[in-house]
């Protein structure tokens, strides 16, 4: 079992920057593959990026590629989102999601087993 509890989220003008935190339960923290998602309203939830378990493979969606990057830190079970040169269309409540494995399929929700309840970010133009 994993819990997650996102943090960092906030009101940023355009251009802007925000630091994402997940803080993970459990000591198995490092033998899961972690992502973030994000949903708008009226939006289906979409892959933003995810770590593999070693921290040494990272992936992107091609909307966030070159502004976003996503690292983690075993020792303190924790998985960061760093958003820089922020857009309106950034605008999204941003989770953070765990599973054990996830093959080519990781930019599926449906593979992440454990979520974090969100945490709101908002671009303003």
């Known amino acids: 079992q994993v819990q997650l509890v996102e943090s960092g989220g906030g009101a940023v003008q355009a251009g802007g920057s925000l630091r994402l935190s997940c803080a993970a339960s459990?000591?198995?923290?490092?033998?899961?593959?972690m992502a973030w998602f994000r949903q708008a309203p009226g939006k289906e939830r979409e892959f933003v990026a995810d770590?593999?378990?070693?921290?040494?493979?990272?992936y992107y969606a091609d909307s966030v590629k070159g502004r976003f990057s996503i690292s983690r830190d075993n020792a303190k079970n924790t998985v960061y989102l760093q958003m820089s040169t922020l857009k309106p269309e950034d605008t999204a409540v941003y989770y953070c999601?765990?599973?054990?494995?996830?093959?080519?399929?990781?930019?599926?929700?449906?593979?992440?087993?454990?979520w974090g309840q969100g945490t709101q970010v908002t671009v303003s133009s």
């Open positions: 999601a765990a599973t054990v494995q996830c093959g080519v399929s990781c930019y599926s929700p449906a593979v992440y087993n454990y």
């Open positions: 459990g000591r198995t923290f490092g033998s899961y593959v």
């Open positions: 770590v593999t378990w070693s921290g040494d493979n990272t």
